[in-house]
């Protein structure tokens, strides 16, 4: 007497999320969420699901997937040209959404978005000046900070007392940081611009961005940064006839032909 055929056991899930479709940081940048870097932290952190699951580092979504930020639906949208602003933003705002002390922002005098929001490429600090941009594409956004890419800021910077030539060329040499070594890629004295005393102003270009980079370089070699302002981010330069706490939108074909990405 033979014996019944044996009912197939249940096929249990996949171990890992599926490899198809893009991948969940990705989809998240080019919706203006942030930045891949910041997402990847909120993916690890357990803030994403995909279907209702926390979704995993590495994860895909394929279309279709129900994918939401903090219990909050995120419509993924297609990759679209991004928008770039560029403000020029004036000393005294802080490059922060919210401030604790309620002091301004960059942010309060951007337009609206109807969809995502806008991400600072960058910072600048409160005293300081200048050139700012903001896209809608945290993908955009990310390529654009990214060390490996050297992407050249340039900044015209008062020093007290000047700079000794010296420290001049240590500070083209190379200064060792908390963080590493930080060089200039050029330094130039500028024509005194109707200012009296013992304080300089200088050009200098930097292919980097770090947290107070350029004061923390300065005061590495005895010296102090009274005035910051950058003029310059890739090849896009900050308008001579833009008034501070004001933007104005950059072309997207500028933007793909620009060196800044």
Sequence with gaps: MSRPARSPRPTSPPAHPPSSGERLQKLLAAAGLGSRRAIERWIAAG?????GRVAQLGERAGAGARIAL?????AARAAAAPRVLLYHKPVGELVTRRD????????DRLPGLRAGRWVAVGRLD?????????TDSGELANRLMHPRHEIEREYQMRVQGGLSTE??????????????LARFRSLVTM????????NRW????????RNRE????VEAVGARVSRLVRVRFGSIALPADLPPGRWVEVDERVVRTAKIG
């Design 126 to 134: 409160l005293n300081s000046s200048g050139l700012l941009l903001f």
């Design 167 to 180: 420290a001049g060329r240590r500070l083209l040499a190379g200064v060792e940081l908390e963080d590493g």
């Design 202 to 209: 200088y050009r200098v270009v930097l292919a980097e961005g």
């Design 100 to 107: 604790p002390q309620g002091r301004p922002t960059v942010f």
């Design 70 to 74: 903090d219990g909050n639906p995120v």
């Design 214 to 217: 350029l004061r923390r370089m």
């Design 47 to 51: 803030r994403v699901t995909v279907d």
């Design 191 to 198: 024509k005194q611009r109707g200012e009296t005393g013992t």
